[in-house]
């Protein structure tokens, strides 16, 4: 057997990331999520506390119904699991899927 050895603990990855858009997980930024977890090879799944999604089915990410504040487990397994986390880490708090913050931060930005 040739090639680079991958260890489980190498190809598994997670983080918890909060919904801080205003508006929550609606239509367009689960979209942009699934465009984003669909440029990775591994296999990513989200959950809140009640529901286990693939990350890269739009259907089933709507199922999540995040609004403001909602937290999120994200996990990949795979090559570029680890890519694919921060990726989405940057999409999700970072960029706030582009979208006005909600609480306290978006109140003052509106204001």
């Keep these: 057997m040739s090639g680079e050895n991958i260890t489980l603990a190498e190809a598994l990855h997670e983080?918890?990331?909060e919904i801080k858009n205003a508006d929550g997980l609606h239509m367009r930024?689960?979209?942009?999520?699934?465009?984003v977890a669909g440029k990775?090879?591994?296999d990513i799944k989200v959950s809140n506390?009640?529901?286990?999604?693939?990350?890269?089915s739009?259907?089933?990410?709507t199922m999540?119904?995040?609004?403001c504040g909602t937290r999120l487990r994200i996990w990949a397994e795979g090559s570029d699991a680890k890519e694919a986390i921060a990726a989405l880490h940057n999409l999700v708090e970072v960029k706030m899927f582009d979208e006005t913050p909600g609480g306290a931060a978006g109140r003052a930005k509106k204001g």
Excluded: R
């Design 40 to 42: 990775f090879d591994c």
């Design 49 to 56: 506390a009640d529901t286990e999604v693939d990350a890269k």
């Design 29 to 35: 930024p689960a979209m942009q999520f699934v465009d």
């Design 15 to 17: 983080i918890e990331v």
């Design 58 to 61: 739009i259907m089933q990410m």
């Design 64 to 67: 999540l119904a995040a609004t």
